[in-house]
T-cell receptor, first 118, second 110 residues
Framework: GAGVSQSPSNKVTEKGKDVELRCDPI?????LYWYRQRLGQGLEFLIY????????KSGLPSDRFSAERTGESVSTLTIQRTQQEDSAVYLC????????????????FGQGTRLTVV | SQQGEEDPQALSIQEGENATMNCSYK?????LQWYRQNSGRGLVHLIL?????REKHSGRLRVTLDTSKKSSSLLITASRAADTASYFCASTSGTYKYIFGTGTRLKVLA
């Protein structure tokens, strides 16, 4: 597909269970981002990948959260032992960040995964 | 918090009127971008303004940037019901992060 694809679109899970969220970025985009958006609020930065390395994981809320990326392709965000406070929309974005100038260009977002922890 | 702020938080106008929303950010920037979000899902890029630009137009959108005040505004002229959405600014600096504002919820009444 031409855009950023996220799956699943919706996920309902029981408190304490692990969940895995997937993001397929636009082909050729080296930069990939995960954001969290709680209901009615702004976007909270979680993690950034450049290629398959994650230079900044400082936004991950706790050690229950982890993410990985395969090459310049698919990324998965894993939340272990989910809590009700983890309920939110998790948004993935990719961009063709220009490494030489280090200037961010337009970010392309997926439709997000709405996670509900019951 | 790293987040910028937008005001107003919510705006309700009649179709045909202009809508203005403002964004403030905290650090020096390379560029500032505006995004639109429908129904709390994916964001769509609207316009990018570089730090050395003061004003930019795209269709019915007009963006201004005042780096001395660390602020930007988005004007939507001749609004339509289909413009109903949340609007976010995102600043980018020497780092890789897009720092998003808290958003303005715009409602255009037909």
């Amino acid at each position: 597909g031409a855009g950023v694809s996220q799956s699943p679109s919706n996920k309902v899970t029981e408190k304490g269970k692990d969940v895995e969220l997937r993001c397929d970025p636009i082909s050729g985009h080296t930069a990939l981002y995960w954001y969290r958006q709680r209901l009615g609020q702004g976007l909270e930065f979680l993690i950034y990948f450049q290629g398959n390395s994650a230079p900044d994981k400082s936004g991950l809320p706790s050690d229950r959260f982890s993410a990985e990326r395969t090459g310049e392709s698919v990324s998965t965000l894993t939340i272990q032992r989910t809590q009700q406070e983890d309920s939110a929309v998790y948004l993935c974005a990719s961009s063709a960040r220009r490494a030489v100038t280090r200037l961010n260009t337009e970010a392309f977002f997926g439709q997000g995964t709405r996670l509900t922890v019951v | 918090s790293q987040q910028g702020e937008e005001d107003p938080q919510a705006l309700s106008i009649q179709e045909g009127e202009n809508a203005t929303m403002n964004c403030s950010y905290k650090t020096s920037i390379n560029n500032l971008q505006w995004y639109r979000q429908n129904s709390g899902r994916g964001l769509v890029h609207l316009i990018l303004i570089r730090s050395n630009e003061r004003e930019k137009h795209s269709g019915r959108l007009r963006v201004t940037l005042d780096t001395s005040k660390k602020s930007s505004s988005l004007l939507i002229t001749a609004s339509r019901a289909a413009d109903t959405a949340s609007y976010f600014c995102a600043s980018t600096s020497g780092t890789y992060k897009y720092i998003f504002g808290t958003g303005t919820r715009l409602k255009v009444l037909a």
